[in-house]
């Protein structure tokens, strides 16, 4: 690469003239054979019809990743890591890269839910947070087409998280379910944590309430308590549900609490839609 072409072919935006085939490191030189029905993606998905001077090909891999782990590196962590600031260096030390998550230009669970007034005096009862000098603290709400035990149901079960995060690979329970046990969380692979040990707070079969804190793990959430609650509605005429999660947490050094509270945001997010296609599609199958 220092020799014929160099810095001036680059310059000019031409390949240099050494064949890519005589390199002697190789870039994904491996071979991803694709299955018949694999293949069917190619033929769905990947149809280009390149004009007289262009060519075009397609790549492939297979990963030992869970597809919600592999989505959430694509979507979140790959745009900010390219962004220049961070990157690889940070992630080791336990922090997010400095450059703001609001300005990735691909964002994970970007939806909204927007509450009406009636909806908005749930968090005003049940989410009243008041965080530190060094916290930040925000919620997540999810409508979901299904009846509010339903919900309940697998929102309560502290000792089987992994039923509606997806980013949980196995949970380790001490004890049983009452306020005040504790549980292992394993998290899947991939993700910049590996455990998290979290104790259960509150739990309300009445009021609907499980409020959880994280009491260590090797993750960045230092001081962290969510508070999730359920709430009975009423869905183009059928039973539904609207679930609200909120949370406190410390924000660490050398991020914004932009950062922090767009990052939380983001896997809750991705909990609640878990949450809702598990439980509606359970319906369906009825």
């Known amino acids: 690469m220092n020799g014929v072409g160099g810095a001036g072919g680059a310059a000019a935006g031409k390949l240099l003239v050494a ?3 005589w390199a002697q490191w190789r870039l994904a030189d491996e071979r991803c054979e694709l299955q018949e029905e694999e293949m069917e993606y190619i033929r769905r998905f990947h149809r280009h019809e390149p004009g007289s001077n262009q060519c075009t090909s397609f790549v492939a891999k297979h990963f030992r990743a869970s597809l919600q782990t592999l989505v959430f590196l694509f979507f979140y962590c790959l745009p900010r890591m390219n962004s ?3 990157g690889a260096g940070q992630a080791a030390a336990g922090r997010l890269p400095a450059v703001s998550l609001r300005r990735a230009q691909w964002r994970l669970a970007d939806e909204k839910c927007e509450l009406r007034e009636g909806e ?32 309940w149901s697998l929102v309560r079960r502290f000792d089987q998280p992994q039923l509606f995060k997806p980013f949980v690979k196995k949970c380790v329970m001490q004890g049983n379910i009452d306020t005040g046990s504790v549980r292992e969380v394993i998290v899947q692979s991939g993700l910049p944590a590996t455990r998290s040990m979290e104790r259960l707070e509150f739990l309300d079969d009445n009021e609907h309430i499980l409020r959880v804190k994280f009491i260590g793990g090797d993750h960045m959430l230092k001081n962290y308590t969510s508070t999730l609650t359920v709430h009975s509605e009423v869905i183009d005429g059928q039973p539904g549900t609207l679930v609200i999660e ?6 660490p050094q050398g991020n914004s609490k932009d950062d922090i509270c767009y990052f939380v945001e983001n896997l809750l997010r991705c909990n609640l839609r878990t949450l ?3 439980t509606e599609e359970s319906l369906a199958g009825l």
């Not at 909120?246 to 924000?251: E, T």
């Open 120 to 151: 908005m005096e749930y968090v005003r009862r049940f989410h009243r947070l008041e965080p530190g000098s060094n916290q930040c603290s925000s919620f997540v709400a999810k409508h979901i087409r299904a009846p509010l035990q339903t919900v």
């Open 276 to 278: 809702a296609d598990v």
């Open 84 to 86: 220049g600031a961070g």
């Open 19 to 21: 064949s890519l085939r």
């Open 246 to 251: 909120s949370f406190v947490v410390d924000i």
